[in-house]
């Protein structure tokens, strides 16, 4: 026996030198299989949950008819094993002989060939708890000794604490590997979820990411790879909104969900309550997620205390699931994640505003350049004008030319001094005091006659001809011409009518003017209400800066602008704005 320990000793150093979980399970089996004589046998890990997450088998196939039992024969061993059940050693010695334990049953109907003799052990971690169970089974009539169940006992007992180390070893691996891959200039998404799936063993992994400029949080597929519940030709479609199938739970409840079975309802029940159990959707159809998937892993992206995306692992082979050191280590991987889109984002940012700032350059130039060519043009206009004799310009036809003249001088100012104000529309406001709203707005309206009336558009206004303003009357005349500009362009399919109105309104002592821009045209979504007033969003081609400079010029007049909502046709802009000019 002493001989036996020894060599026993050398076997357990040798599989102690194994770093990766495969190689070491493989490794127990080959020299427990030649140390003791046996002819196969099989090693199990299992989790927190007597949950079997890896299964190693040697010199005996399973047998699998999935129309006669649920569940995996492994998943079986935890439950109704006496190993678990009474925590003690198993030994069978002649599965031919009147034994009808639970445990006989499993080892006799789901190996084949049948063993004659079976050993099978418990494994303890390092703090007593049972690790998985390692078995070693002989065809022949071979019997099994005390002594073989003893050194069994042990190798059981000095490997368990092994597999423990192994599996926070890989853990940490798994995180090193993807926060230094997160780290490269060139990363891609497809490439992410490719090494994901791999170094988890997975047979899927998508990333679905929330869609900002859809308000009812959608989540839509960024990236995916292998067996993942949809077909190949939808992923580009692919999305779940808020609350729907699970990656869209796993996005409003702000969690990592682990499912063992996809099939057990009572367990998705008690993991995910309320889940409504939908598939991600292609355009207006819904799938439902595959049979083939077995095990579910997911985790949300969180930035900022909000819910940004979900990165989701997929298994399809039974008895071999997700684990808690999985789950650990993918909660750390999808705070990298969520920090490497935050880290684009902003890099995203930095480079637009410096595109931007070199835009604003040009534009300066090109606006001091214009500025200089058209004040020598307006110049000479007005010579020509004042040159003109007066029963010329008093002619009919002669009278609208010149008048049109005029409107061109001041609209084409007025689109300088537009074109100017970009890169510093919050700059500082020069204020007139008593400006005559009704007339500033006219003056608007005059510079659209000829397109007006080319569109066959009408134009109606309701101001009081007495209501005054205290305003930078350059500034608010920028924001009169882009609400009047974007209504003309907004109607050139729908709607005939543009109605400008104002009236006062008293507030927390305050009076306020209250102006609002209408037309007949198409409604704004209502989705978009807000975001059409941020810097680049547009919902037609442009530059997506006009309403966020009317938004900071009103604010910077203690005022507010917004879309008010309308239901099928029409858009009505509300400007809010002291009638007296608050420091």
Same mark, same amino acid.
């Given at each position: 026996?002493?001989?036996?320990?020894?060599?026993?000793?050398?076997?357990?150093?040798?599989?102690?030198?194994?770093?990766?979980?495969?190689?070491?399970?493989?490794?127990?089996?080959?020299?427990?299989?030649?140390?003791?004589?046996?002819?196969?046998?099989?090693?199990?890990?299992?989790?927190?949950?007597?949950?079997?997450?890896?299964?190693?088998?040697?010199?005996?196939?399973?047998? &699998?008819?999935?129309?006669?039992?649920?569940?995996?024969?492994?998943?079986?061993? #935890?439950?109704?094993?006496?190993?678990?059940?009474?925590?003690?050693?198993?030994?069978?010695?002649?599965?031919?002989?009147?034994?009808?334990?639970?445990?006989?049953?499993?080892?006799?109907?789901?190996?084949?060939?049948?063993?004659?003799?079976?050993?099978?052990?418990?494994?303890?971690?390092?703090?007593?708890?049972?690790?998985?169970?390692?078995?070693?089974?002989?065809?022949?009539?071979?019997?099994?000794?005390?002594?073989?169940?003893?050194?069994?006992?042990?190798?059981?007992?000095?490997?368990?604490?092994?597999?423990?180390?192994?599996?926070?070893?890989?853990?940490?691996?798994?995180?090193?590997?993807?926060?230094?891959?997160?780290?490269?200039?060139?990363?891609?998404?497809?490439?992410?979820?490719?090494?994901?799936?791999? &170094?988890?063993?997975?047979?899927?992994?998508?990333?679905?990411?929330?869609?900002?400029?859809?308000?009812?949080?959608?989540?839509?597929?960024?990236?995916?790879?292998?067996?993942?519940?949809?077909?190949?030709?939808?992923?580009?479609?692919?999305?779940?909104?808020?609350?729907?199938?699970?990656?869209?739970?796993?996005?409003?409840?702000?969690?990592?969900?682990?499912?063992?079975?996809?099939?057990?309802?009572?367990?998705?029940?008690?993991?995910?309550?309320?889940?409504?159990?939908?598939? #991600?959707?292609?355009?207006?159809?819904?799938?439902?997620?595959?049979?083939?998937?077995?095990?579910?892993?997911?985790?949300?992206?969180?930035?900022?205390?909000?819910?940004?995306?979900?990165?989701?692992? *997929?298994?399809?082979?039974?008895?071999?699931?997700?684990?808690?050191?999985?789950?650990?280590?993918?909660?750390?991987?999808?705070?990298?994640?969520?920090?490497?889109?935050?880290?684009?984002?902003?890099?995203?940012?930095?480079?637009?505003?410096?595109?931007?700032?070199?835009?604003?350059?040009?534009?300066?130039?090109?606006?001091?350049?214009?500025?200089?060519?058209?004040?020598?043009?307006?110049?000479?206009?007005? *010579?020509?004008?004042?040159?003109? #004799?007066?029963?010329?310009?008093?002619?009919?036809?002669?009278?609208?030319? =010149?008048?049109?003249?005029?409107?061109?001088?001041?609209?084409?100012?007025?689109?300088?001094?537009?074109?100017?104000?970009?890169?510093?529309?919050?700059?500082?406001?020069? &204020?007139?005091?008593?400006?005559?709203?009704?007339? =500033?707005?006219?003056?608007?309206?005059?510079?659209?006659?000829?397109?007006?009336?080319?569109?066959?558009?009408?134009?109606?206004?309701? &101001?009081?001809?007495?209501? *005054?303003?205290?305003?930078?009357?350059?500034?608010?005349?920028?924001?009169?011409?882009?609400?009047?500009?974007?209504?003309?362009?907004?109607?050139?399919?729908?709607?005939?009518?543009?109605?400008?109105?104002?009236?006062?309104?008293?507030?927390?002592?305050?009076?306020?003017?209250?102006?609002?821009?209408?037309?007949?045209? #198409?409604?704004?979504?209502?989705?978009?209400?807000?975001?059409?007033?941020?810097?680049?969003?547009?919902?037609?081609?442009? *530059?997506?800066?006009?309403?966020?400079?009317?938004?900071?010029?009103?604010?910077?007049?203690?005022?507010?602008?917004?879309?008010?909502?309308?239901?099928?046709?029409?858009?009505?802009?509300?400007?809010?704005?002291?009638?007296?000019?608050?420091?």
């Amino acid at each position: 026996m002493d001989l036996r320990l020894k060599e026993l000793n050398k076997i357990i150093s040798l599989i102690r030198k194994n770093t990766k979980l495969n190689a070491l399970l493989t490794s127990m089996i080959d020299h427990c299989c030649e140390f003791l004589g046996g002819d196969g046998g099989f090693v199990l890990v299992i989790d927190d949950e007597q949950k079997v997450i890896k299964f190693e088998l040697k010199g005996m196939n399973l047998i &699998i008819n999935k129309t006669k039992y649920e569940h995996h024969p492994i998943d079986m061993i #935890p439950k109704k094993c006496e190993l678990f059940t009474k925590k003690t050693d198993y030994y069978l010695q002649n599965t031919l002989s009147d034994n009808d334990s639970t445990t006989k049953s499993i080892f006799t109907t789901y190996f084949d060939p049948k063993p004659f003799s079976v050993i099978a052990v418990p494994m303890y971690d390092g703090k007593s708890s049972i690790i998985g169970v390692l078995s070693i089974t002989s065809v022949k009539e071979y019997q099994f000794s005390e002594d073989h169940i003893s050194l069994l006992k042990i190798l059981g007992e000095q490997t368990g604490a092994t597999i423990e180390k192994v599996l926070i070893i890989d853990e940490i691996d798994k995180i090193a590997d993807i926060s230094q891959y997160l780290l490269n200039y060139d990363f891609s998404y497809d490439i992410l979820v490719n090494k994901i799936k791999d &170094i988890y063993e997975a047979q899927g992994c998508s990333i679905f990411l929330k869609n900002e400029k859809d308000k009812r949080r959608v989540y839509v597929l960024k990236a995916t790879t292998g067996v993942d519940g949809f077909d190949k030709d939808q992923y580009d479609d692919a999305f779940y909104e808020d609350g729907e199938g699970l990656t869209g739970y796993i996005a409003k409840e702000f969690k990592c969900l682990r499912i063992y079975n996809l099939a057990n309802r009572e367990e998705i029940a008690l993991k995910a309550p309320g889940l409504q159990r939908t598939g #991600p959707k292609i355009k207006e159809n819904e799938l439902f997620i595959g049979d083939k998937i077995h095990s579910f892993l997911g985790c949300c992206l969180i930035s900022s205390g909000d819910a940004i995306g979900v990165i989701r692992l *997929t298994k399809t082979e039974p008895a071999n699931y997700f684990s808690g050191h999985d789950e650990r280590s993918i909660e750390i991987i999808a705070r990298y994640i969520a920090q490497r889109l935050r880290l684009d984002e902003q890099l995203a940012q930095l480079e637009a505003e410096k595109e931007l700032n070199f835009l604003n350059q040009q534009i300066l130039q090109f606006a001091h350049d214009a500025n200089q060519t058209f004040g020598g043009l307006t110049d000479y206009l007005r *010579t020509v004008i004042d040159w003109v #004799p007066k029963q010329v310009k008093q002619a009919p036809g002669n009278k609208n030319f =010149l008048d049109e003249v005029m409107n061109l001088k001041n609209l084409t100012k007025l689109y300088i001094s537009k074109l100017s104000a970009i890169p510093y529309y919050s700059s500082e406001l020069h &204020i007139e005091r008593n400006v005559k709203l009704k007339q =500033l707005v006219e003056e608007i309206i005059s510079m659209f006659s000829r397109k007006l009336m080319k569109e066959g558009i009408t134009c109606n206004l309701s &101001i009081p001809k007495d209501m *005054t303003l205290d305003c930078d009357t350059d500034k608010i005349q920028q924001v009169f011409l882009n609400l009047l500009a974007n209504s003309v362009k907004a109607m050139e399919k729908l709607g005939k009518t543009i109605t400008i109105r104002a009236n006062q309104k008293l507030d927390d002592e305050v009076t306020y003017l209250v102006i609002e821009f209408e037309n007949d045209g #198409p409604a704004i979504p209502d989705e978009y209400r807000d975001k059409i007033f941020e810097k680049h969003f547009s919902l037609r081609r442009g *530059t997506g800066l006009g309403l966020a400079i009317a938004k900071s010029i009103i604010e910077a007049h203690k005022g507010k602008i917004k879309a008010l909502f309308r239901l099928k046709t029409g858009a009505c802009f509300e400007i809010t704005i002291p009638q007296k000019y608050l420091k």
